[in-house]
């Protein structure tokens, strides 16, 4: 499946990513800490789908951290109803997930994964409910967080900037989804003049679960090369 026609790709060299010409200093640094990359569409839903797709990948083999994340998401369907939203709204997605997780859990097939994630109505779906738990952590953590968003209105700009799909992902957007599922990201950024990459762990201090590739308001997933 080639990255063009799929929503998450097979995995690929991270040299896919250079240019054909002579790699900048970020792409040597790039390459000397990653080994690969898998791309994910630019259809202003990347961050939500690599986010779970990248978390999922990372616990595949760990049972008791799959039935966790189980656990977490099923409680969520909770908080979204005790937070006022119609359950008619979001059950549909919150079943979508679990599901997901379950046929991940049943099998352990990376094959599978990526097959549930190009499927676009299970793979919007997945990112549909990834997005009201985003709004809801945000709004019930409203004193916090408002002073990150620049809307005049905490309500509106969750209900126009992070449950729309196909809307751009913030950083306040990922603190909040990191906080909701517990889940530790790291994200490396491309973007600013400096020779080198600029490093991003949420929240700090903690042992990233997944790694993902910024550029060009734009995120792919990344695989660390072993440490010797």
Request: hydrophobic share 35%; aromatic share 8%.
């Amino acid at each position: 499946m080639e990255a063009g026609d799929s929503l998450v790709s097979s995995k690929e060299d991270i040299s896919s990513l250079f240019p054909a010409q002579t790699p900048s200093a970020k792409h040597t640094d790039l390459s000397s800490q990653h080994c690969s990359v898998r791309t994910v569409r630019g259809d202003g839903n990347c961050f939500y789908r690599a986010f779970c797709f990248a978390y999922l990948e990372s616990v595949l083999h760990n049972a008791r951290s799959l039935q966790r994340f189980k656990n977490r998401i099923i409680q969520s369907g909770k908080v979204l109803a005790s937070a006022g939203f119609d359950e008619s709204s979001f059950k549909h997605h919150l079943n979508t997930v679990v599901s997901v997780v379950e046929q991940c859990q049943a099998d352990e097939q990376e094959n599978t994964l990526v097959r549930l994630f190009n499927d676009q109505v299970t793979s919007d779906s997945v990112v549909q409910y990834l997005r009201l738990l985003t709004s809801v952590h945000l709004q019930n953590h409203a004193d916090f967080f408002c002073n990150f968003v620049e809307a005049p209105d905490l309500q509106v700009y969750c209900r126009q900037e992070v449950e729309a799909m196909a809307m751009e992902c913030d950083h306040v957007d990922i603190l909040a989804l990191s906080q909701a599922l517990d889940i530790c990201i790291h994200i490396v950024s491309m973007e600013g003049d400096e020779q080198q990459l600029t490093h991003h762990i949420i929240p700090e201090g903690s042992e990233p679960s997944l790694h993902l590739l910024y550029q060009t308001s734009h995120y792919n997933i990344l695989y660390p090369r072993a440490q010797l």
